[in-house]
Structures are given as C-alpha cells and as structure tokens.
C-alpha cells in the first residue's frame, strides 16, 4: 500500500518539478527558470485537461496533497487536538480538536494520513478504526454544546477492513454518526479533500454544505475493490473508475455535492499554499452563510438535503 | 454447524429447492419441504437458518400471515447508465420480468400479535438484497409512514450492503436513512432491528445497528467488512465464529440472539413495552 508513490503518468510533471527545484537551488538563470516553469505549466495544463477518472483516483491519492492537518496548520490559529474516544483508546486515523478561523471558534475533524512511511503507518493510511470515529463524535457532541459549527476534512481510502475493528464495532460507529450528525444543532461544513472512500468517509460526511475539492474523487467502493467484485479482474480498475462516477463533477450533477473548489494547475500538490487558501475562503463563505440560520432549523434543513438523493422510477 | 458453511455460495442454492424434499444446508439432512416451511425454514434437526425471502418473513411476523404492502411502486433506475459484464439497466428488465416488483425490500403494515407496526424486509434474491435510492426511498418513506402514523418500525436486514452499479448515489442513501432514523429517535417511536444471514456493509453501517433494540438470527454473518477482505488485511485466517450474531452478542453490538420461531413473539413483546 503505497509503496510507489507517484503514479507513472505523473512522471513528466514530477521530472520538470525537480528539474525547476534544482534550477532555483543551483542559481540558474533567471530565463532558464522562466522557460522551465512555463514548461511546467504547459505540462500541467495538458494533463489535467483530460484526466481519465482513474487517473484522478490517484492524484487524489498524492502524498504531497495537502491532508487535514496541513490545512489546520494553514488557515486556522489556537489549534487544541484532542485524544480519544473514552472507551477504548486514540485512533491516530482522525484528528479532532478546537481551533479558531478569524478569532472565532469551531470544532475540527479529519482522516489524517502520512507523508512518509513512519507517518503513514502511524495513521494507517488514513484508514478509521470504531475510536476514531467516535472521537470525532465526541468533539461534534462538544460543539453542539458550546454553539460551536464543526468543519470536518475528508480523505481516506475507507474505515479499516481489520478484525479488531470488527470486534469493537466499526460499523455501529459509523452508523451513530451518520444519525448523530444528521441530527446536529450546529452548522457542518464538509470539504472532501481527497479520497472520499465510501462509509469510512461519509461517517464524518454529513453536513449541511458539501465542498469539494476538484481533483478529490468520493465513491462508494474503490475502483480496485469494485473491479475485483464485478470484473472479477484487478486489471479493470480503469474501467471500474469510469462507472462509478465518483469525480468532482460527476457528483455535482448528481446532486451529492454544493461547490467545486478549483485546484491549483496541476493538483494541490503542485502549490498547497494556493489549494489551502482556495479552502479557506470556501469555508468563511459556507460557515458565514450558515451562521444565519436558526439552531433547531438545521436538522430539519440537512435532513431534506439527503432526503432529495438519489434516483428512482415510480409507476 | 451453521457457521461453518460457505457464505459465498451463489444465491440460487440457498433458496429452498422446489420438490417434496429438500436438503439442510446446515447438516445435509434431507427433510420434507412441508416439514421445513412449518418450521419457518429452520432445520429441525440442526437448527440451521435457511434463508427465506421478504414476503415470506413478512407473513412469518405479521398476525394470520396478512399484511398490506407500502410504496410498492418504487422501483431502481440506472442513473449512472452503469455497465459492468451486463447493463445494469438490463439487469433491472430482467428482475422485473421475472417479477419482481418490489425491488430490494418489502414493506408491509400490518399487526404483530396485536401491535400495530410497519416492518420492512430486505429481499436477497433481488441483487443480493442491495441498497441503491430504491430501498432508500422506500425505506425513507417507511419512517415517515411511521412518524405521521405514530406506529414502531421494524427492518429485517439481508444485505450485502449498498449497490454498487449506483454508485455514490446507493452510500448516499445510508446517510438519508439514518437522517429518517434521527427522526424517529427524536420522536420516541420504538425502532427494532432484526440483522439476518447476510448483513454486511453499508446496510450493517448505517440502520441495521441503529435499533433501540438490535436482534440477530443464529448464526448470521453480520459485519462491515466481508470476511475475505478482512483476511487479505490481516493475512491470516480469521477465528471460528467470526462476525456471526453469537460473536456480535458477546461484544456488545446486538441485544440477543433469537430464533426464528421466537421471533414474533419477542417482536411483540418488546414492542408492547416500548411503544
């Protein structure tokens, strides 16, 4: 799992990238930098133009995306983490704690993963056990009581598939979330960052404005778990990806998300400062917005928001 | 014993054969059809839980067999014009055409020894009784029955969980049912979930463990993860038992543990208390 972590097709992206550090670093020419980062761009731009949709599983999976924390780090000040579910332990999976946007303060939850391999394992990838969904319960539980809106970052590639996840209820934590959230009496901003992957993400998903980064990609099942089911053949990723409709703007046409927040040429890896202020003026506008409304008006207003998805016939 | 049979056996043999005879799936006893359905589908000699589907579990609860079946004209579309090895569209004709109308669940109105409540029931052979914006929908529309209605409700979960050929719109549909779900908490009305041989992902996630009171069949698989995926995490296998309703008894996530021919009555009885 994450072994190789620059997909192939980013090779010539990723080559001029150094080529461009070592060029700074080294003293180059000011028109030899110039001429490699208009080279960049170009490259940048024709590849994002025509992204196929498995290619976009894997950007959203690039470890230099910005991940929750650096999020945290960048637009947010007095940030409190705090730990644990008060049952069993600390899921290093999910971050949760206070901070404040503009002096004013709310409650954070978030997947966490790693950058490098230490970090990853510590975060298991970004993959929830029950604590760690019920940590961010608590801190949701916490902001509800303190008036505090909640803003919760998405970016896993699932909830843990382990047997002592099983055991202590992954999915009854997922589940108490899902109706917990719904019934919240403050305002919940969701940014899908990443990986939006399925019920380990939707269990901190719900909310009353959904945004979305442009390159992150939300679905109910991986493309590789989906091909090994239907395709019965790993090497139908590909194809897998483009049924399931789980880009920006597939669920934005479905009715699943609020706002497409752009991305920076090339991913927000290629300039995480520009990604994570795009974040932020999405999240003042949202929680500003919502700020207006009636406590008690919330529930109601969410629970017709989920209400009106999906698609049937009725005859 | 029950749990040592292979869960991954396609639909078609775990339907009760046509013929006078049948054979358990559990002990591989051959018994007398009429034996068994008298029975409920449990084997007598064994104990094994034959699966049985919606209709049948819904004349199983309900008093006298009788019951009036809810939104029965919601049915799935192909919204993602999804394809795998066929059409999605095309397998939904074929259901249909095979009579099929009421999608992945059944709902019915009706009494449990007296009680009035509405019970809905997931139907496996309709695509491995998974959940896409149909069985929201209806679901949906069974809580809100609820709410207006002020009777308990009652789901019989047999799931592998949400629907894939719907993609984002089927794990949508856990969060719109457990938003319903929040309703009927904050209303007061009773909500009993009975968690059947399969109940596993999206469905287990979301309003299988959500009952006041959560009841598991003998020997169900009931999970998040499908064991296969938990052993290629793990890479080893997993102990005897795993994930069935015994093993969720023991670590808190069910309330007990009843046969099927308690069933109705414990429906009844807890309900009476409740409501």
Redesign the interface.
Known sequence: MGSTPVPPFLAPIEDLRQRLAEAERGGEGRAEIARLRTQLDDEARRLTADLTPWQRCLLARHFERPHTLDYVRGLFTDWVEVHGDRCFGDDPAIVAGLARLDGESVAIVGHQKGRDTRERLYRNFGQPRPEGYRKALRVMHMAEKFGRPVISFVDTPG?????D????????A???N???M??LEVPIVVVVTGEGG??GA??V??GDRILMMEHAV????SPE??AA???KDQSEVQRAAA????TSN??LR?G?IDEILPEPLGGAHMDPALAIRTVGGALRKALSGLRRLKRTDL?RR??AK??A??????? | MAWFRRTDEPTRKSRVPEGLWVKCEGCREILYKKELERGLFVCPRCGFHHRVSARTRLAQVFDDGRWKELFA?????D??E????KPYAERLRALREKGSRSDALVVGAGRISGVKAIVAAMEYSFMGGSM???V??KM?RAIEQCLKSRLPFVVVSCSGG?R?Q???????????I??????L??ARLPYISVLTDPTT??V???????GDLNIGEPGALI???GPR??EQ??RQT?PEG??RSEFLLE???LDMVVPRQELKENLARCLQMLA
Request: charged share 15%; aromatic share 10%.
């Open positions: 909830a843990y598939p382990g047997l996840a099983e055991e202590r209820g992954q999915a009854e997922i589940a108490r899902l109706r917990e719904a019934a399925s019920g939707l269990a998903g719900v939300y679905s109910v099942i778990g989906c089911i239907l395709w049924a399931l409709r789980l597939d669920l479905l699943i529930p969410r629970f989920f209400r998805m999906g698609y049937f016939s009725e005859r | 004209r919601i049915f799935s579309t919204p993602l999804f394809v795998d090895s896409g914006s149909a929201g929908e949906t949400a894939m719907e993609g984002i719109l089927s794990l949508m549909q856990m969060a719109k457990s938003a319903a779900l929040a309703q908490h904050a992902g999206g287990t996630a979301s309003f299988a463990m959500l999970g998040f993860a995926v938990i995490t793990i997993l795993f994930q670590h808190g996530m």
